[in-house]
């Protein structure tokens, strides 16, 4: 476990974390976060997003979807490696202070 | 692309970041989530978005800037030679610029230490018949401009002088400030402890008073605060004063004295003996509403009035006030004023020497910028980029600037003489002001770099062309651009030179001047005795006698004399002459000439010459007939074609007969023309303090020793100060000018080198990248000699160019000098010769190594290289 405090915001941390089980729409992302009460303009969003991209921690492009039959334009987003490696770093990062703290009550009990 | 024309049209109204990262993505969710539910058009919907975009915009280009000042901090550390030659330049010139602007900014700007102290003003007197203006005034003329005038809410009569303070043990040498009430109700002080002199302590018959110095008081009492109510022995003749109050820390009356104690002084009364029968400083606190120019008109008006009422006296006499800061300045205010024009000067050419190397350098990076609009960056986006490097470039060397003048100030404090009025002088720091200052300047050359920065680029990121970095050739608009600069460099530097070289011919022209004394091995010193224990004058001159016998037996001692004022220390002290055989027409006031006394020895001392009749002697005692000695200029004025000795003058109600004719000498300064003065006997009016004049045979300080026990053999209470040969004294006449000299020369050695610089890179490059047609050149048979000549032509069109400009600037910045220099023309052709010679040379040898690189050019390598 790395000792020194995770380099990502608890909400960068949240996107990559969504995005560990594989590429998503940008759009999807947006909803799951605020499926969880975390809102976000869209704009403000993508300004997270586009942040994550030039910190090289995600790699995002354009695809074409059919939305009733009609061709629209969707931003998708996958994790980078630099992005896999600091959200695991900053997951493990906080289950061992979560886990120590566990063992600290146990032990003042 | 938003897929709606609405849409499209927003985001060609955004920047470019923020309409790719921010605006398209968020439209296109809103486009297809507007599908899935069946909606129609989503115009709200998109405005919305935008603005939303907007909102988020200055977070965004904050962002964006930050991550570039990262890479351009990283390009700095990957260019070190760059970034040092760069850094240290802009350092040295911005800190030099902060070093001077903190002194400007302690003298200038900084408020003085009083409440509203811009209604504060001193008063001074001018005389119309010599033009002398004196910072004190008569009593009779201070009595009545008290009186009659409406334009001052308080004005208050002041002495300085130095005292003694006597302890249980030992006496301290103090420095004193003696005022009317009305002096410390016009600074409106607040007592540090207890309280303030009032007018109840200048009225007659009260038990004398004294306030302490806060410095004084913690040095000398350790700052007990039982001092205060107690009383302390205080004077040359000691009177026992108590102790009311302690002023607060930092105060000082006037400004560049050190204020030790403070005594009240009674106002003044009209003197008997005639108006001008004494004199005194005046301040004065205007009336909220009244404006200086209004204030000086009434006082105008009133010396006028006096003028009418006492001709015989006030004939010429005129009054004016001036702030506080103005008449403390004095003299000085130019020459800050000057030295931060100069400093700025060596600036420009720093930023000039820094913008050529950003422009060679930006030459270098086409391609990088090339491939950066080939990828899709903006205009905006490479704009922000240089600037964002010319940001950490700046920020870097405004750091180093601020380091170099944390050193530099002191540095600079410390040339300034002591002679030198600086009010301010230990209040000079790096305030919140100087680092605005600095900050500002910083700020500015960021500007400048970024547009200098993108000189280079303009033309081929527009194209969006990637460009082979073997095929560079640099643009007509980028060589002129460039050639410029190097243009504006020696121009500048030609103006610094010529400055310093005006300067140093002034100062050459100073030391040559003839003062009429010699200073060489003479020794000066101040006594005082207490005048208690010498009442009469008899006793008195017995004690000169005893002293001018007891030093002149010294070993080394050929002359000593005694005078109340040293020559070159600024005194400006008048006496009306008036011819008694034919004495100045009723109602008219007698001209005015300068007044000595001085004993016998003191010409002697200073080998002032005897033209005519004798010296002062022992002859010419308390009980003696009057008589005086005038200079060359007075019998030249005042007897043309006759024999002045023998004569009498009008002093007073008594006659006094001129005994002595002797040379003119320069009185207050070396700069002073030389002057009409009048002497007046010491053995005739022996002082209880003034200043003897030695001369010795060897160096004059080594007979210190001996003097001291010598003089305290005769009056073990004698107390001796400013004990300096008479050079120094001289020296320290000339250090103005000579700290001008100093500072505008290492300017402008500094100017020359950043131009020698300037010249040299820009020919350096000019080589590098004519380096194919030079090839050619020597392929199609040019010889060495030929191709050297091409490139020093080169060199010296540029180097003309910026001599001419130069010259022409120095002609006309010259006039700015004028008050510094002493016998030399601003425009003086043998230096702007000199200037234009030394730059024309150290230019070419500038060019003469680049040249000689160009004569080695192998062309069969340049001409095959891609």
Redesign the interface.
Same mark, same amino acid.
């Given at each position: 476990m790395s000792k020194r405090l995770p380099r990502l915001t608890h909400l960068q941390f949240l996107v990559l974390g969504l995005l560990q089980k594989g590429e998503q729409p940008?759009?999807t992302i947006?909803d799951t976060l605020a499926a969880h009460g975390v809102n976000r =303009?869209?704009?403000?969003?993508?300004?997270l997003?586009?942040?994550l *991209?030039?910190d090289g921690l995600v790699a995002g492009w354009?695809e074409q979807?059919t @939305?009733?039959d009609?061709t @629209? =334009? *969707?931003?998708r987003y996958r994790a980078r490696p630099q992005g896999e490696r600091l959200w695991t770093e900053a997951r493990d990062f906080y289950t061992a202070i979560a886990s120590r703290g566990v063992q600290a009550r146990w032990s003042d009990a | 692309m938003p !897929?709606t024309r609405l849409g499209r049209a927003l985001s060609s109204l955004l920047p470019r &970041?923020l309409r790719r +990262?921010?605006?398209e993505? &968020?439209v296109? +969710? %809103? $486009? &297809?989530?507007q %599908?899935?539910q069946?909606r129609g058009p989503v115009s709200f919907g998109i405005l919305v %978005?935008f603005l939303?975009?907007w909102r %988020?915009a200055p977070? $965004?280009v904050l !962002?964006m800037f930050r991550?570039d000042l990262r890479h351009a901090f990283r390009l700095l550390f990957r260019d070190p030679a760059f970034t040092v030659t760069a850094v240290l330049t802009l350092a040295l010139g911005v800190g030099a610029n902060v070093a001077v602007f903190a002194v400007v900014n302690a003298v200038l700007l900084r408020p003085l230490p009083y409440a509203d102290a811009d209604h504060l003003v001193i008063l001074k007197h001018r005389d119309r018949g010599t033009g002398i203006t004196k910072e004190f005034i008569a009593v009779g003329d201070f009595v009545d401009l008290h009186a009659r005038q409406e334009a001052f809410e308080s004005i208050a009569a002041y002495d300085t002088f130095r005292t003694v303070v006597y302890g249980p043990d030992e006496a301290t040498d103090a420095s004193a400030c003696s005022a009317t009430p009305g002096l410390i109700a016009a600074l409106r002080m607040q007592p540090f402890a207890g309280r303030n002199i009032d007018a109840n302590d200048a009225a007659p018959n009260t038990p004398p008073v004294v306030m302490l110095g806060y410095d004084f008081w913690q040095k000398r009492f350790g700052g007990d605060p039982k001092v205060v109510g107690r009383s302390i022995k205080i004077g040359v003749t000691p009177v026992m004063r108590q102790v009311i109050g302690i002023a607060p820390p930092g105060f000082r009356f006037p400004a560049g004295a050190v204020t030790d104690v403070i005594f009240s002084k009674s106002a003044p009364v009209a003197p008997a003996g005639g108006r001008k029968n004494g004199w005194v400083f005046a301040a004065a606190r205007l009336k909220p509403g009244v404006a200086l120019a209004s204030a000086n008109v009434q006082l105008s008006a009133l010396a006028q009035q006096m003028e009418k009422e006492h001709p015989s006296e006030n004939q010429g006499s005129e009054y004016f006030a001036v702030t506080l800061r103005d008449a403390w300045i004095g003299d000085t205010r130019p020459a800050l004023l000057l030295l931060l024009g100069a400093v700025g000067l060596v600036l420009l050419i720093a930023c000039a020497n820094v913008a050529n190397l950003l422009v060679a350098r930006s030459l270098g990076r086409r391609q990088e910028m090339s491939v950066r609009v080939a990828l899709g960056a903006g205009r905006r986006q490479i704009a922000m980029q240089l600037l964002a490097e010319s940001t950490a470039l700046a920020s870097v060397a405004g750091v180093a600037a601020v380091a170099c003048a944390y050193w530099a100030t002191p540095a600079l404090v410390s040339l300034v003489p002591t002679s030198v009025n600086l009010a301010a002088a230990g209040d000079i720091r790096l305030d919140r002001t100087v680092l605005m200052f600095a900050a500002g300047i910083t700020l500015l050359t960021t500007v400048t770099f970024s547009l200098f920065s993108g000189l280079g680029l303009r033309r081929d990121n527009t194209a969006g062309r990637l460009v082979s970095p073997g095929r560079v050739s640099t643009g007509v608009a980028v060589r002129r651009a460039t050639s410029a600069l190097v243009i504006v460099e020696i121009a500048l530097a030609i103006v610094l030179l010529s400055g310093a070289g005006l300067v140093l011919q002034s100062f050459s022209n100073l030391l040559s001047t003839d003062p009429g004394f010699t200073s060489d091995r003479v020794l000066t010193l101040a006594f005082a005795v207490p005048p208690d224990r010498y009442r009469d004058g008899g006793a008195r001159l017995a004690l000169h006698q005893r002293v001018y016998e007891a030093v002149g037996a010294l070993p080394g001692v050929e002359h000593v004399g005694a005078a109340a004022v040293t020559p070159l220390t600024g005194n400006n002290w008048t006496v009306p002459f008036d011819r008694a055989d034919k004495p100045t027409p009723a109602g008219q006031r007698p001209p005015d000439v300068g007044w000595q006394s001085a004993s016998g020895g003191y010409f002697r001392a200073m080998r002032i010459p005897l033209l005519d009749g004798r010296y002062f002697g022992s002859e010419d005692g308390p009980a003696a007939p009057p008589v005086v000695i005038i200079s060359e200029a007075v019998a030249g004025r005042f007897f043309k074609g006759e024999r002045a000795v023998g004569h009498k003058v009008r002093l007073g109600s008594d006659l006094a007969e001129i005994v002595g004719v002797v040379g003119d000498i320069r009185r207050a300064a070396l700069t002073d023309a030389p002057r009409a003065d009048m002497y007046f006997p010491m053995e005739h009016a022996p002082s209880t303090a003034g200043g003897l004049f030695i001369r010795t045979a060897g160096a004059p300080t080594a007979i210190v020793p001996e003097l001291r026990t010598a003089l305290r053999a005769i009056e073990p209470a004698i107390t001796l100060r400013s004990v300096r040969p008479m050079d120094e004294i001289v020296r320290e006449s000339v250090q103005v000018t000579h700290l001008a000299l100093w500072l505008l020369g290492l300017f402008a050695a500094t100017a020359l080198v950043l131009a020698a610089i300037g010249i040299y890179g820009v020919m350096s490059y000019a080589v590098r990248q004519r380096a194919r047609e030079i090839g050619t050149r020597v392929a199609l048979g040019a010889t060495p000699s030929s191709i050297l000549w091409l490139v020093l032509g080169q060199g010296a069109r540029v180097a003309l160019a910026g001599t001419a400009i130069g010259l022409l600037t120095a002609l006309a910045a010259g006039r700015l000098l004028s008050g510094l220099l002493f016998s030399t023309a601003p425009g003086d052709p043998v230096v702007l010769s000199a200037a234009a010679g030394v730059l024309l040379a150290t230019a070419l040898v500038a060019c003469y190594v680049p040249a000689r690189r160009a004569t080695r050019v192998d062309p069969v390598s340049t001409l095959s290289a891609r």
């Open positions: 940008g759009r947006r =303009t869209a704009p403000a969003f993508y300004q997003m586009a942040r *991209e030039r354009y979807i @939305v009733k009609q @629209v =334009t *969707e931003r | !897929s &970041a +990262d921010l605006f993505p &968020a296109h +969710d %809103l $486009e &297809a989530e %599908l899935r069946g %978005l939303e975009c %988020l977070v $965004e !962002s991550n």
